[in-house]
């Protein structure tokens, strides 16, 4: 990661990531691993989106990677 990408990572692990795993208990030491693994595959989705041109439109993606996230979650 650039600098600047790794600081806005922080900031938003520190200010949004980390608040949401307490909420659902997930434990302090396997935060930064569930936090990578959503944040890489939300950019895959990305990724293939544009590799594909953008054809799907910006709500079918945003559905698409909200299923992703939610079906992943245990409770």
């Not at 997930?26 to 595959?41: C, D, F, L, Q, S």
């Not at 950019?43 to 996230?69: L, P, Y």
């Given at each position: ?46 990724n293939h989106w544009v590799n ?12 698409i990677m909200t299923k992703c ?7």
């Amino acid at each position: 990661m650039t600098l600047n990408t790794q600081k806005t990572y922080e900031k938003m692990f520190e200010h949004i990531f980390d608040p949401i795993m307490e909420k659902f208990q997930i434990p302090k030491n396997e935060r930064e691993y569930v936090a990578t693994y959503y944040i890489h595959g939300l950019i895959a989705i990305v990724n293939h989106w544009v590799n594909n041109d953008c054809q799907d439109s910006i709500e079918q993606i945003s559905r698409i990677m909200t299923k992703c996230v939610l079906v992943n979650r245990e409770e």
